[in-house]
Protein backbone atom coordinates (compact mmCIF):
# COMPACT_ATOMS: atom_id res chain seq x y z
CA UNK A 1 0.00 0.00 0.00
CA UNK A 2 1.34 3.57 -0.77
CA UNK A 3 2.49 6.26 1.81
CA UNK A 4 -0.34 6.93 4.33
CA UNK A 5 -0.01 10.28 6.07
CA UNK A 6 -3.19 11.29 8.50
CA UNK A 7 -4.70 14.60 9.18
CA UNK A 8 -7.26 15.08 11.77
CA UNK A 9 -8.69 18.44 12.56
CA UNK A 10 -9.14 19.14 15.99
CA UNK A 11 -8.66 23.42 15.88
CA UNK A 12 -12.58 24.11 16.53
CA UNK A 13 -14.53 25.91 19.68
CA UNK A 14 -16.83 23.44 20.12
CA UNK A 15 -18.66 26.15 21.57
CA UNK A 16 -22.53 24.78 22.35
CA UNK A 17 -21.24 22.04 24.23
CA UNK A 18 -21.48 24.60 26.98
CA UNK A 19 -18.42 23.38 28.60
CA UNK A 20 -14.68 24.97 30.23
CA UNK A 21 -13.46 21.72 28.27
CA UNK A 22 -12.60 21.15 25.13
CA UNK A 23 -15.02 19.41 23.10
CA UNK A 24 -12.96 17.04 22.01
CA UNK A 25 -11.82 15.95 25.33
CA UNK A 26 -15.33 14.85 26.17
CA UNK A 27 -16.07 11.21 26.31
CA UNK A 28 -17.63 8.41 25.25
CA UNK A 29 -17.28 5.27 27.52
CA UNK A 30 -14.07 6.88 29.07
CA UNK A 31 -12.54 7.37 25.90
CA UNK A 32 -11.89 10.89 24.30
CA UNK A 33 -13.59 12.33 21.03
CA UNK A 34 -10.27 12.39 19.52
CA UNK A 35 -8.26 9.79 21.34
CA UNK A 36 -11.13 7.21 19.46
CA UNK A 37 -10.14 9.09 16.42
CA UNK A 38 -6.22 8.94 16.70
CA UNK A 39 -6.91 5.50 17.66
CA UNK A 40 -8.97 4.84 14.05
CA UNK A 41 -5.65 6.63 12.52
CA UNK A 42 -3.35 4.09 13.68
CA UNK A 43 -5.48 1.33 13.00
CA UNK A 44 -5.47 2.03 9.43
CA UNK A 45 -2.15 2.35 9.31
CA UNK A 46 -1.08 5.49 8.90
CA UNK A 47 3.06 6.14 8.41
CA UNK A 48 2.35 9.79 10.27
CA UNK A 49 -0.26 11.45 12.03
CA UNK A 50 -1.11 15.19 12.32
CA UNK A 51 -3.60 16.85 14.29
CA UNK A 52 -4.29 20.05 13.30
CA UNK A 53 -4.79 22.28 16.66
CA UNK A 54 -6.05 25.49 18.10
CA UNK A 55 -8.63 26.76 20.12
CA UNK A 56 -7.84 25.26 24.14
CA UNK A 57 -4.92 23.01 22.53
CA UNK A 58 -3.15 22.43 25.62
CA UNK A 59 -6.37 20.15 26.59
CA UNK A 60 -6.02 18.44 23.27
CA UNK A 61 -2.37 18.07 23.73
CA UNK A 62 -2.41 16.50 26.52
CA UNK A 63 -5.04 13.51 25.87
CA UNK A 64 -3.04 12.67 22.41
CA UNK A 65 0.42 13.24 23.84
CA UNK A 66 3.34 12.08 21.48
CA UNK A 67 0.72 10.12 19.21
CA UNK A 68 1.18 12.44 16.66
CA UNK A 69 2.33 15.59 15.37
CA UNK A 70 1.01 19.27 15.47
CA UNK A 71 0.41 21.87 13.44
CA UNK A 72 -1.31 25.05 15.28
CA UNK A 73 -4.37 27.13 13.47
CA UNK A 74 -3.88 30.21 15.51
CA UNK A 75 -7.39 31.87 13.09
CA UNK A 76 -10.27 29.80 12.59
CA UNK A 77 -10.59 30.36 8.64
CA UNK A 78 -12.12 27.00 7.60
CA UNK A 79 -11.28 23.70 7.11
CA UNK A 80 -8.75 24.83 3.87
CA UNK A 81 -7.19 26.78 6.46
CA UNK A 82 -6.70 24.37 8.32
CA UNK A 83 -5.20 22.10 6.33
CA UNK A 84 -2.89 24.72 5.15
CA UNK A 85 -1.37 24.67 8.20
CA UNK A 86 -0.54 21.28 7.82
CA UNK A 87 1.01 21.30 4.78
CA UNK A 88 4.46 21.51 5.44
CA UNK A 89 4.44 18.26 7.22
CA UNK A 90 2.99 17.05 3.14
CA UNK A 91 5.64 18.60 1.44
CA UNK A 92 7.94 16.00 -0.15
CA UNK A 93 5.93 13.18 0.59
CA UNK A 94 4.46 11.00 -1.87
CA UNK A 95 1.17 8.84 -1.56
CA UNK A 96 -2.40 9.64 0.07
CA UNK A 97 -3.23 11.73 2.64
CA UNK A 98 -6.53 11.10 4.90
CA UNK A 99 -8.37 13.73 6.65
CA UNK A 100 -10.50 13.16 9.49
CA UNK A 101 -11.82 15.03 12.08
CA UNK A 102 -11.45 14.68 16.22
CA UNK A 103 -15.44 15.20 16.66
CA UNK A 104 -16.24 12.15 13.93
CA UNK A 105 -14.97 9.55 16.15
CA UNK A 106 -17.46 7.04 15.43
CA UNK A 107 -16.24 6.05 11.24
CA UNK A 108 -15.03 2.19 11.14
CA UNK A 109 -12.09 1.15 10.29
CA UNK A 110 -13.39 -1.19 7.23
CA UNK A 111 -14.90 2.39 5.87
CA UNK A 112 -11.80 4.06 5.82
CA UNK A 113 -9.71 1.07 3.80
CA UNK A 114 -12.70 0.98 1.52
CA UNK A 115 -12.34 4.74 1.22
CA UNK A 116 -8.27 4.55 0.56
CA UNK A 117 -8.57 1.08 -1.54
CA UNK A 118 -10.52 3.05 -3.80
CA UNK A 119 -8.58 6.62 -4.42
CA UNK A 120 -5.61 3.93 -5.34
CA UNK A 121 -6.89 1.49 -7.57
CA UNK A 122 -9.22 4.20 -9.46
CA UNK A 123 -6.35 6.57 -9.34
CA UNK A 124 -8.05 9.47 -7.70
CA UNK A 125 -6.82 12.46 -7.10
CA UNK A 126 -9.44 12.86 -4.27
CA UNK A 127 -12.19 10.68 -3.55
CA UNK A 128 -14.76 11.46 -0.96
CA UNK A 129 -16.93 9.81 1.54
CA UNK A 130 -20.26 10.81 0.96
CA UNK A 131 -24.38 9.62 1.87
CA UNK A 132 -27.70 10.06 1.02
CA UNK A 133 -29.93 11.93 3.43
CA UNK A 134 -33.46 12.22 3.42
CA UNK A 135 -33.16 16.04 4.99
CA UNK A 136 -29.50 16.88 4.04
CA UNK A 137 -29.78 20.24 5.99
CA UNK A 138 -26.93 21.78 7.08
CA UNK A 139 -24.79 19.78 4.89
CA UNK A 140 -22.74 20.61 1.82
CA UNK A 141 -24.30 18.96 -1.28
CA UNK A 142 -22.46 16.85 -4.04
CA UNK A 143 -22.65 17.84 -7.19
CA UNK A 144 -22.51 15.71 -10.17
CA UNK A 145 -22.36 15.92 -14.13
CA UNK A 146 -25.39 14.77 -16.28
CA UNK A 147 -22.80 10.95 -16.34
CA UNK A 148 -22.46 11.41 -12.58
CA UNK A 149 -18.65 12.76 -12.24
CA UNK A 150 -18.53 15.19 -9.10
CA UNK A 151 -17.65 18.15 -9.96
CA UNK A 152 -17.80 20.32 -7.21
CA UNK A 153 -19.58 20.62 -3.53
CA UNK A 154 -21.48 23.78 -2.64
CA UNK A 155 -22.18 24.68 1.01
CA UNK A 156 -25.67 25.04 2.01
CA UNK A 157 -24.88 29.08 3.11
CA UNK A 158 -23.75 29.62 -0.60
CA UNK A 159 -26.39 26.58 -2.38
CA UNK A 160 -28.65 27.80 -4.88
CA UNK A 161 -32.49 26.63 -3.99
CA UNK A 162 -31.92 23.51 -6.27
CA UNK A 163 -28.79 22.84 -5.05
CA UNK A 164 -30.81 22.60 -1.64
CA UNK A 165 -32.92 19.69 -3.00
CA UNK A 166 -29.70 17.68 -3.87
CA UNK A 167 -29.40 14.72 -1.24
CA UNK A 168 -26.33 13.48 -1.55
CA UNK A 169 -23.93 15.26 1.13
CA UNK A 170 -20.29 15.45 1.99
CA UNK A 171 -19.26 14.12 5.26
CA UNK A 172 -16.08 16.08 5.14
CA UNK A 173 -13.56 13.22 4.72
CA UNK A 174 -11.17 12.96 2.22
CA UNK A 175 -8.60 10.72 0.90
CA UNK A 176 -5.97 12.96 -1.18
CA UNK A 177 -2.88 12.42 -3.53
CA UNK A 178 -0.59 14.50 -1.19
CA UNK A 179 1.04 15.91 -4.52
CA UNK A 180 -1.92 17.25 -5.79
CA UNK A 181 -3.74 18.46 -2.66
CA UNK A 182 -0.55 20.04 -2.03
CA UNK A 183 -0.77 22.37 -5.60
CA UNK A 184 -4.57 22.51 -5.33
CA UNK A 185 -5.09 24.21 -1.42
CA UNK A 186 -2.30 26.88 -3.09
CA UNK A 187 -5.34 27.82 -4.96
CA UNK A 188 -7.99 28.22 -2.50
CA UNK A 189 -9.86 31.72 -1.76
CA UNK A 190 -12.23 32.86 0.49
CA UNK A 191 -14.64 33.51 -1.88
CA UNK A 192 -17.90 32.54 0.30
CA UNK A 193 -20.53 33.66 2.51
CA UNK A 194 -18.33 32.84 5.51
CA UNK A 195 -14.87 34.25 4.19
CA UNK A 196 -13.28 31.05 5.31
CA UNK A 197 -11.10 28.94 3.18
CA UNK A 198 -13.38 26.03 2.05
CA UNK A 199 -11.46 22.71 1.53
CA UNK A 200 -14.28 21.79 -0.27
CA UNK A 201 -13.21 24.24 -3.15
CA UNK A 202 -10.21 21.54 -3.99
CA UNK A 203 -12.53 19.14 -5.72
CA UNK A 204 -13.49 21.99 -8.05
CA UNK A 205 -9.76 22.97 -8.25
CA UNK A 206 -8.95 19.24 -9.61
CA UNK A 207 -11.32 19.09 -11.98
CA UNK A 208 -10.34 22.02 -13.82
CA UNK A 209 -7.23 20.68 -13.74
CA UNK A 210 -8.53 17.22 -15.49
CA UNK A 211 -7.60 15.42 -12.49
CA UNK A 212 -9.44 12.42 -11.58
CA UNK A 213 -12.05 12.85 -8.36
CA UNK A 214 -14.58 10.12 -6.71
CA UNK A 215 -16.52 9.71 -4.06
CA UNK A 216 -18.05 6.66 -1.75
CA UNK A 217 -21.16 6.32 -0.17
CA UNK A 218 -20.90 5.26 3.29
CA UNK A 219 -22.81 2.67 4.13
CA UNK A 220 -23.93 3.16 7.06
CA UNK A 221 -24.86 7.06 7.83
CA UNK A 222 -24.12 6.93 11.87
CA UNK A 223 -20.48 6.45 11.01
CA UNK A 224 -20.46 10.13 10.19
CA UNK A 225 -22.03 11.69 12.83
CA UNK A 226 -20.11 14.60 14.90
CA UNK A 227 -20.62 16.30 17.97
CA UNK A 228 -21.43 19.78 18.45
CA UNK A 229 -23.25 19.65 22.14
CA UNK A 230 -23.86 17.41 24.56
CA UNK A 231 -27.22 16.11 23.59
CA UNK A 232 -25.34 14.75 20.39
CA UNK A 233 -22.52 13.53 22.71
CA UNK A 234 -25.61 11.17 24.35
CA UNK A 235 -26.82 10.39 20.39
CA UNK A 236 -23.34 9.09 19.77
CA UNK A 237 -23.05 6.95 23.03
CA UNK A 238 -26.14 5.82 22.16
CA UNK A 239 -24.74 4.95 18.82
CA UNK A 240 -21.94 3.25 19.89
CA UNK A 241 -23.60 0.95 22.55
CA UNK A 242 -26.16 -0.83 20.17
CA UNK A 243 -23.08 -0.97 17.56
CA UNK A 244 -20.95 -3.20 20.14
CA UNK A 245 -23.75 -5.19 21.78
CA UNK A 246 -25.55 -6.12 18.18
CA UNK A 247 -21.87 -7.72 17.25
CA UNK A 248 -21.55 -9.74 20.40
CA UNK A 249 -25.47 -11.01 20.24
CA UNK A 250 -24.30 -11.63 16.43
CA UNK A 251 -21.49 -13.55 18.20
CA UNK A 252 -23.53 -15.46 20.32
CA UNK A 253 -24.38 -13.64 23.15
CA UNK A 254 -27.22 -13.20 25.27
CA UNK A 255 -28.11 -9.47 25.64
CA UNK A 256 -31.55 -9.26 27.39
CA UNK A 257 -31.92 -5.69 27.02
CA UNK A 258 -29.76 -3.71 24.97
CA UNK A 259 -30.70 -0.41 26.04
CA UNK A 260 -29.67 -0.59 29.49
CA UNK A 261 -26.26 -2.97 28.52
CA UNK A 262 -23.25 -0.81 28.43
CA UNK A 263 -20.19 -3.06 27.20
CA UNK A 264 -17.20 -1.05 26.42
CA UNK A 265 -15.03 -0.98 23.69
CA UNK A 266 -12.57 -4.35 23.55
CA UNK A 267 -14.40 -6.64 25.09
CA UNK A 268 -14.07 -10.14 24.56
CA UNK A 269 -17.58 -12.29 25.28
CA UNK A 270 -17.60 -15.92 24.95
CA UNK A 271 -21.46 -17.44 22.93
CA UNK A 272 -23.93 -18.39 25.19
CA UNK A 273 -22.64 -16.34 27.70
CA UNK A 274 -26.18 -14.19 29.27
CA UNK A 275 -26.12 -10.41 30.29
CA UNK A 276 -28.88 -9.28 32.22
CA UNK A 277 -30.62 -5.49 32.28
CA UNK A 278 -28.34 -2.61 33.80
CA UNK A 279 -24.86 -4.48 33.40
CA UNK A 280 -21.77 -2.82 32.37
CA UNK A 281 -18.84 -4.18 31.42
CA UNK A 282 -15.74 -2.12 31.07
CA UNK A 283 -12.59 -2.22 28.40
CA UNK A 284 -9.91 -4.85 28.17
CA UNK A 285 -12.59 -7.24 30.30
CA UNK A 286 -12.34 -11.45 29.18
CA UNK A 287 -15.69 -13.02 29.35
CA UNK A 288 -15.71 -16.68 28.60
CA UNK A 289 -18.53 -18.64 27.59
CA UNK A 290 -21.79 -20.01 29.43
CA UNK A 291 -21.25 -17.29 32.11
CA UNK A 292 -24.02 -15.41 33.86
CA UNK A 293 -23.88 -11.32 34.15
CA UNK A 294 -26.18 -9.50 36.41
CA UNK A 295 -28.79 -8.04 36.66
CA UNK A 296 -27.12 -4.80 37.62
CA UNK A 297 -23.76 -5.62 37.46
CA UNK A 298 -20.18 -3.49 37.17
CA UNK A 299 -17.65 -5.23 35.24
CA UNK A 300 -14.55 -2.95 35.84
CA UNK A 301 -11.22 -2.85 34.05
CA UNK A 302 -8.96 -5.51 34.31
CA UNK A 303 -11.50 -8.61 35.04
CA UNK A 304 -10.94 -11.96 33.05
CA UNK A 305 -14.23 -14.41 33.73
CA UNK A 306 -13.63 -18.13 32.26
CA UNK A 307 -15.85 -20.25 31.85
CA UNK A 308 -19.57 -21.05 33.20
CA UNK A 309 -19.37 -18.15 36.19
CA UNK A 310 -21.89 -16.48 36.97
CA UNK A 311 -21.73 -12.59 38.39
CA UNK A 312 -24.96 -11.85 39.68
CA UNK A 313 -26.88 -9.05 40.85
CA UNK A 314 -25.54 -6.15 42.70
CA UNK A 315 -21.88 -7.08 41.89
CA UNK A 316 -19.09 -4.98 41.51
CA UNK A 317 -15.64 -6.68 40.53
CA UNK A 318 -12.42 -4.66 39.31
CA UNK A 319 -9.02 -6.13 38.38
CA UNK A 320 -10.32 -9.40 38.99
CA UNK A 321 -9.77 -13.28 37.53
CA UNK A 322 -12.60 -15.77 38.07
CA UNK A 323 -11.92 -19.09 37.59
CA UNK A 324 -14.12 -21.36 35.87
CA UNK A 325 -17.39 -22.41 37.50
CA UNK A 326 -17.40 -19.60 40.21
CA UNK A 327 -20.01 -17.54 41.22
CA UNK A 328 -20.31 -14.75 42.79
CA UNK A 329 -24.30 -14.39 42.91
CA UNK A 330 -24.95 -11.17 44.94
CA UNK A 331 -24.38 -7.73 47.00
CA UNK A 332 -20.71 -8.21 46.58
CA UNK A 333 -17.27 -6.13 45.97
CA UNK A 334 -14.47 -7.37 44.90
CA UNK A 335 -11.19 -5.93 44.11
CA UNK A 336 -7.78 -7.21 42.93
CA UNK A 337 -8.37 -10.70 43.64
CA UNK A 338 -8.14 -13.99 41.91
CA UNK A 339 -11.04 -16.45 42.42
CA UNK A 340 -10.09 -20.26 41.75
CA UNK A 341 -12.44 -22.94 40.02
CA UNK A 342 -15.77 -23.94 41.68
CA UNK A 343 -15.43 -21.17 44.27
CA UNK A 344 -18.82 -19.54 46.03
CA UNK A 345 -18.46 -16.04 47.26
CA UNK A 346 -21.69 -15.60 49.41
CA UNK A 347 -23.80 -12.69 49.51
CA UNK A 348 -22.01 -9.12 51.15
CA UNK A 349 -18.87 -10.59 50.79
CA UNK A 350 -15.88 -7.88 49.94
CA UNK A 351 -12.29 -7.58 49.63
CA UNK A 352 -11.15 -4.94 51.67
CA UNK A 353 -8.04 -4.00 49.03
CA UNK A 354 -6.76 -0.63 49.91
CA UNK A 355 -4.83 0.23 52.79
CA UNK A 356 -5.16 4.09 52.13
CA UNK A 357 -1.87 3.56 50.60
CA UNK A 358 -1.55 0.55 48.43
CA UNK A 359 -3.89 -1.51 47.06
CA UNK A 360 -3.35 -5.18 47.96
CA UNK A 361 -4.76 -8.68 46.81
CA UNK A 362 -6.37 -10.98 47.66
CA UNK A 363 -5.76 -14.85 45.99
CA UNK A 364 -8.61 -17.38 46.72
CA UNK A 365 -8.07 -21.27 45.95
CA UNK A 366 -10.28 -24.03 44.19
CA UNK A 367 -13.43 -25.41 45.48
CA UNK A 368 -13.68 -22.52 48.45
CA UNK A 369 -16.90 -21.52 50.26
CA UNK A 370 -17.30 -17.51 51.38
CA UNK A 371 -19.61 -17.13 53.73
CA UNK A 372 -22.14 -14.63 53.84
CA UNK A 373 -20.72 -11.16 54.78
CA UNK A 374 -17.39 -11.91 55.16
CA UNK A 375 -14.25 -9.28 54.61
CA UNK A 376 -10.95 -10.22 53.14
CA UNK A 377 -8.81 -8.09 54.63
CA UNK A 378 -5.69 -7.75 51.79
CA UNK A 379 -3.27 -9.16 51.37
CA UNK A 380 -4.75 -12.35 52.14
CA UNK A 381 -4.46 -16.03 50.64
CA UNK A 382 -7.49 -18.37 51.27
CA UNK A 383 -6.19 -21.72 50.00
CA UNK A 384 -7.55 -24.52 48.25
CA UNK A 385 -11.16 -26.30 49.95
CA UNK A 386 -11.82 -23.88 52.49
CA UNK A 387 -14.74 -22.97 54.20
CA UNK A 388 -15.06 -19.07 55.75
CA UNK A 389 -17.65 -18.65 57.93
CA UNK A 390 -20.08 -16.26 57.39
CA UNK A 391 -19.81 -12.74 59.10
CA UNK A 392 -16.01 -13.69 59.64
CA UNK A 393 -13.23 -10.76 58.81
CA UNK A 394 -10.02 -12.72 57.70
CA UNK A 395 -7.20 -10.89 58.22
CA UNK A 396 -4.64 -14.02 57.96
CA UNK A 397 -3.97 -16.22 55.27
CA UNK A 398 -6.44 -19.53 55.46
CA UNK A 399 -4.78 -22.94 55.13
CA UNK A 400 -6.31 -25.36 52.29
CA UNK A 401 -9.30 -27.93 53.68
CA UNK A 402 -9.92 -25.94 56.76
CA UNK A 403 -12.62 -23.86 58.06
CA UNK A 404 -12.06 -20.19 59.67
CA UNK A 405 -14.37 -17.81 61.63
CA UNK A 406 -13.12 -14.68 62.50
CA UNK A 407 -15.82 -12.92 64.94
CA UNK A 408 -16.95 -11.99 68.42
CA UNK A 409 -18.84 -14.37 70.69
CA UNK A 410 -22.27 -12.84 71.03
CA UNK A 411 -23.31 -11.48 74.27
CA UNK A 412 -27.06 -10.86 75.09
CA UNK A 413 -27.45 -7.61 78.00
CA UNK A 414 -31.26 -8.56 78.66
CA UNK A 415 -33.44 -5.41 79.44
CA UNK A 416 -30.69 -2.57 78.39
CA UNK A 417 -32.66 -1.43 76.18
CA UNK A 418 -35.67 -0.45 78.76
CA UNK A 419 -32.45 1.08 80.69
Known sequence: MENIITVVMAAGKGT???SNKSKLVHKIYEKELVTRVIDLAESIGSDEIIAVVGHQREQ??????????YAIQEELLGTGHALMQAAPYLEGKKGKVVILYGDVPLIRKETLEKLINKSIKQKECATLLTAIYENPTGYGRILRDTVGRIIGIVEEKDASEEERKIKEINSGIYCFDIEELLKAIKEIKPNNAQGEYYLTDVIKIMNENDLKTGAMIVEDNTEILGVNDKVQLE???????????????KSGVTIEDSDSTYIHD?????????????TTIKSGVVIGDNCEIGPNAYIREGCKLDNNVKIG????????IVGEGSKVPHLSYMGD????????????????????????KTIIGDNCFIGSNTNLIAPVKIGDNAFIAAGSTITEDVPKDSLAIARERQTNKEGWNKK
Not at 60 to 69: D, E, F, L
Not at 270 to 278: M, S, Y
Not at 313 to 320: D, G, L, M, P, Y
Request: hydrophobic residues 35%.
Open 313 to 320: SFVEIKKT
Open 337 to 360: CEIGKHVNIGCGTITCNYDGQNKN
Open 235 to 249: LLTRVLRMRINTTHM
Open 266 to 278: DVIIGKDTIIHPN
Open 16 to 18: RMK
Open 60 to 69: VQAVIGNRAK
